[in-house]
Antibody, heavy 120, light 107 residues
Framework: QVQLQESGPGLVKPSQTLSLTCTVSGASISSDFDYWNWIRQHPGKGLEWIGYIYNSGSTYYNPSLMSRITISVDTSKNQFSLKLTSVTAADTAVYYC????????????WGQGTMVTVSS | DIQMTQSPSSLSASVGDRVTITCRASESISGYLNWYQQIPGKAPKLLIYAASSLQSGVPSRFNGRGSGTDFTLTISSLQPEDFATYYCQQDYSALRTFGQGTKVEIK
């Protein structure tokens, strides 16, 4: 079955760049029918969609974060990645990767999430 | 942005109760509304997509209805494993947005 797994540092210093990777198994990241997303959840709060990549390179970002985000894909490793620049304490959150299956137009598969703390 | 507003923000209920959560969109989203369940410390889990379609493996006690701006998620008979936080999410706009969540607690 399709599985997603986030990886990356759990601690990032203020003003630095947060970098996370999501490894996909059981599906091809090159699929024309799936959108590969990043979503975050601040401690004790709701869910915030960050952006997605699809069709091996097309992206769409949340306008509120657009100036600081890059989502990219490595098809050889079946992975996609998130870079968030100039982080502050407000970027402390659990970061999830998730798939939107075009047939459902819903986040049907999620990674387990990874906690990232921004602190010096 | 399309704003999603859930009510109530929290509720207390007993096992066996019928529970209904409401989600309202700030503009029409047709039927592009999804529901998720999140247990503390876990990733959200898709329950309902396209307003009323049950995701594979989800118990039939979960039911979704609505279109346009007003949607509901009903749990017909609350089970111990259903105590969690529930989120709605619109997929009408490319800028996906979630409701603030409804926490279902044990009475």
């Amino acid at each position: 079955q399709v599985q997603l797994q986030e990886s990356g540092p759990g601690l990032v210093k203020p003003s630095q760049t947060l970098s996370l990777t999501c490894t996909v198994s059981g599906a091809s990241i090159s699929s024309d029918f799936d959108y590969w997303n990043w979503i975050r959840q601040h401690p004790g709060k709701g869910l915030e969609w960050i952006g997605y990549i699809y069709n091996s390179g097309s992206t769409y970002y949340n306008p509120s974060l657009m100036s600081r985000i890059t989502i990219s894909v490595d098809t050889s490793k079946n992975q996609f990645s998130l870079k968030l620049t100039s982080v502050t304490a407000a970027d402390t959150a659990v970061y999830y990767c998730a798939r939107i299956a075009e047939s459902r137009r819903a986040f049907d598969i999620w990674g387990q999430g990874t906690m990232v703390t921004v602190s010096s | 942005d399309i704003q999603m507003t859930q009510s109530p923000s929290s509720l207390s209920a007993s096992v066996g109760d019928r529970v209904t959560i409401t989600c309202r969109a700030s503009e029409s989203i047709s039927g592009y509304l999804n529901w998720y369940q999140q247990i503390p410390g876990k990733a959200p889990k898709l329950l309902i997509y396209a307003a009323s379609s049950l995701q594979s493996g989800v118990p039939s006690r979960f039911n979704g209805r609505g279109s346009g701006t007003d949607f509901t998620l009903t749990i017909s008979s609350l089970q111990p494993e259903d105590f969690a936080t529930y989120y709605c999410q619109q997929d009408y706009s490319a800028l996906r947005t979630f409701g603030q969540g409804t926490k279902v607690e044990i009475k």
